[in-house]
C-alpha cells in the first residue's frame, strides 16, 4: 500500500472517530474494507500490501506505519485533501465494520472470500469473482453509516441506535 492510498481515509478517520482509542487491528479492518468497498465500486483503491496470516488480513506498511506512529504523515496533509461524498459512505460503512468486527470474527473472515489465497490479483475489480462481489455487496448494505453506537461487553459487541 502506497501511502497516497490510505492518508486521507486515515485523516477522515482521525477527524471522525477516535483513533486513538481503536485499536491496530480496527484500523486494519478500516482499511480493509473502506478499499475493499473503493474497489467493488471500481474507484481509486490500492490492495498490492494486503497480506494475509493467522490473525487476518492486514496492510503490512500500514501496520508499519501504525506501529511507528503516522501522526507526522498527518500533520503534512491536513486541509489538503478530503475523501468525495461516495468515498466518505464507504468510510462510514467500514468504521462501523471496524468497530463491530470481533478479533474472532476478523480471523475467520478470510476463507469466507475467494481471493484469500491469490490476494496479489485484486489490484484490478473485474478481478473479484462474482461470490466475492456479492458478499461484499451484502456487508457494505448492511453496515450502518451514522446514528448508532457500539458497546463492546468482553468479546461481544452491541449495536445501539
Not at 477522515?12 to 477516535?18: P, S, T
Request: glycine fraction near 4%.
Amino acid at each position: 500500500m502506497y501511502q497516497s492510498s490510505y492518508l486521507l481515509p486515515l485523516l477522515w478517520l482521525k477527524k471522525e472517530a477516535d483513533k486513538e482509542k481503536m485499536s491496530a487491528t480496527q484500523c486494519q479492518i478500516f482499511f480493509f474494507y473502506y478499499q475493499l468497498f473503493e474497489l467493488l465500486f471500481a474507484r481509486e483503491s490500492d490492495l498490492r500490501d494486503l497480506c494475509l496470516r493467522r490473525q487476518g488480513f492486514y496492510f503490512s506498511q500500514l501496520e508499519k506505519d501504525l506501529l511507528s506512529g503516522v501522526s507526522h504523515f498527518l500533520k503534512n496533509l491536513e486541509g489538503k485533501g478530503t475523501l468525495k461524498a461516495n468515498q466518505e459512505v464507504s468510510a462510514r460503512k467500514a468504521l462501523f465494520l471496524a468497530l463491530t468486527t470481533s478479533q474472532s470474527d476478523w480471523q475467520e473472515l478470510a476463507s469466507v472470500f475467494d481471493f484469500y489465497q491469490t490476494i496479489g490479483r485484486l489490484e484490478h475489480p473485474s478481478l473479484l469473482s462474482s461470490q466475492d462481489r456479492q458478499y461484499l455487496m451484502w456487508i457494505y448494505q448492511s453496515a450502518l453509516e451514522k446514528d448508532y453506537s457500539v458497546k463492546v461487553i468482553g468479546d461481544k459487541h452491541f449495536v445501539l441506535k
